[in-house]
């Protein structure tokens, strides 16, 4: 059956690809069909790999968060999908931004209509010239835990604000950050005292649970880390503002992990007139708005010892080859933990897969020649499935296209936007009409 043809919308940012209203299956299609037309015409690779996003979901992740965490603003760390349609629709929305170096502020400086002052240089252990670059770009926000950064930074740009990053229980989490980055509550006074003798300006605390925390429960015992680290400020004769709840903020576990943090911030942080608290969320706005469309690019029946990767009985039977894989978009899988759930787009033309299909074991690979490049060791797909078919993947936003690689000589795939198919669509237009003019003035 044909997809609805989408429907363009005025091109807000003339340097940015174009949007599209509808829903993201209606894109997926699309670009199906665009993508077989092409072939027709004997374009060279006609079945590239796409992302479709959907900013209509960022929209209301913000949503969500707004109405459970009326009181935090979100600093959107960067690192986990530098769209530039994400980053200007959250700076519509009045979001922060966390950034790890001088690229990333460069590029939400870039956009224009951000102030500096909505930065926090995130990354407590920066080069000398990135602190210096900091400050020449008036971001004074930035974290640290260790001396040595507070002897940089009264070197390169003394008039920061620093936000000491406090060592969490971060067990609970898909990527543990505490094996690399937190001051234990111990060394707290030491460094607060060195931050005093260099006369520089300690102006809060941040943490971080680790990305993708699954049990919430942790953000209550982190808030009273915090709240022990900001009287140890007040012992060492600071006077704290910021609150920094950072990230690791799940889908599925939010609105529980917004409850345990407020609990604790009311328990912990009862009078809080005084103090401004950001979290640096990540995953949390951009995981469920991109979804991926791969093609089989080439379908063969596995060696006998090739099926070492199958656990169990029911051995794969067959191999299929996509055109993305672990070095581009599905790094996730290596990097971020991830285990990607792929579904049937197309199959032998059609965009409707028959009930009564048989299903087989299989495997699915991505295109280049480094056998680390197994997206699905083993999973059930359609029977009939063949080269030139399609498949999704849903939940690609996060930690997926920011570090895609051209290893090999492949592409990383590209997006094509949607502003969605639901009633917001017509709002996150009007946001980010509003704020392209808000740039423009800047
Ligand atoms: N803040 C910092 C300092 C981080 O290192 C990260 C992720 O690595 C984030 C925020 C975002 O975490 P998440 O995507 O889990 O919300």
Redesign the pocket.
């Known amino acids: 059956e044909p997809p609805e043809s989408p429907q363009h919308v005025e091109n807000l940012f003339p340097s940015l690809p174009s949007l599209h209203i509808g829903h993201p299956e209606v894109h997926l299609r699309n670009g199906i069909m665009n993508a077989s037309l092409m072939a027709h015409d004997g374009e060279p690779d006609a079945e590239k790999a796409f992302f479709v996003a959907d900013l209509s979901q960022v929209y209301m992740q913000h949503q969500r968060w707004v109405s459970s965490l009326p009181e935090i603003t979100p600093y959107y ?1 960067v ?2 999908n530098p769209d530039p349609y994400v980053l200007r629709l959250l700076a519509a929305l009045g979001a922060g931004f ?1 950034c790890a170096s001088n690229g990333e502020i460069s590029q939400v400086l870039g956009i224009g209509g951000v102030h500096p002052s909505r930065i926090i240089f ?1 990354n407590p252990c920066k080069a000398n010239s990135f602190i210096r670059n900091a400050g020449k770009m008036g971001v004074d926000a930035m974290t640290f835990d260790n001396i040595d950064e507070l002897y940089k930074v009264a070197r390169t740009h003394s008039r920061a604000k620093l936000v000491i990053r406090i060592l969490t229980d971060d067990t609970k989490s898909l ?1 543990q ?1 505490g094996l690399k980055y937190g001051a234990p509550l111990v060394t707290v006074p030491a460094l607060l005292a060195k931050a005093k003798e260099l006369n520089l300006d300690v102006i809060g605390v941040s943490f ?1 649970v680790g ?2 925390c699954y049990d919430p429960s942790v953000y209550s015992d982190a808030i009273a880390r915090a709240r022990s680290a900001f009287d140890m400020g007040k012992d060492a004769g600071f006077s704290f503002s910021l609150l920094d709840v ?4 799940e889908d599925s576990t939010f609105e529980q992990a917004a409850s345990v943090l407020t609990n604790a911030i009311n328990e912990h942080f009862p009078d809080r007139r005084n103090i401004k608290m950001i979290a ?5 706005y951009v995981s469920k708005a991109f979804s991926l469309a791969a093609n089989i690019i080439a379908r063969r029946a596995p060696f006998p010892d090739s099926t070492e990767v199958a656990i169990g009985t029911s051995q794969p039977s067959v191999m299929y080859y996509i055109n993305d894989g672990v070095y581009g978009a599905f790094n996730c899988i290596l990097f971020d933990h991830q285990v990607v759930h792929p579904y049937v787009l197309s199959m032998n033309g059609s965009f409707h897969v028959p009930s009564s299909e048989p299903m087989s074991t299989c495997s699915v690979w991505g295109p280049t020649c480094d056998s680390i490049d197994c997206v699905c060791p083993k999973i059930e797909l359609p029977m009939g499935l063949r080269v030139g078919d399609w498949l999704g993947f849903d939940n690609m936003g ?1 930690y997926t296209v920011c570090a895609a690689s051209q290893f090999n000589g492949f592409e990383v795939s590209k997006v094509v936007y949607t502003l969605g198919g639901s009633v917001v669509a017509a709002e996150v237009q009007s946001k980010l009409a509003a704020f392209a003019v808000e740039a423009h003035r800047f």
Do not use: I
Not at 246 to 249: P, R
Not at 280 to 284: D, L, S
């Open positions: 760390a690192k986990c966390d995130a990527c950050l971080h990305s993708g950072g990230g690791g903020f640096e969320p990540g995953r949390f996060a």
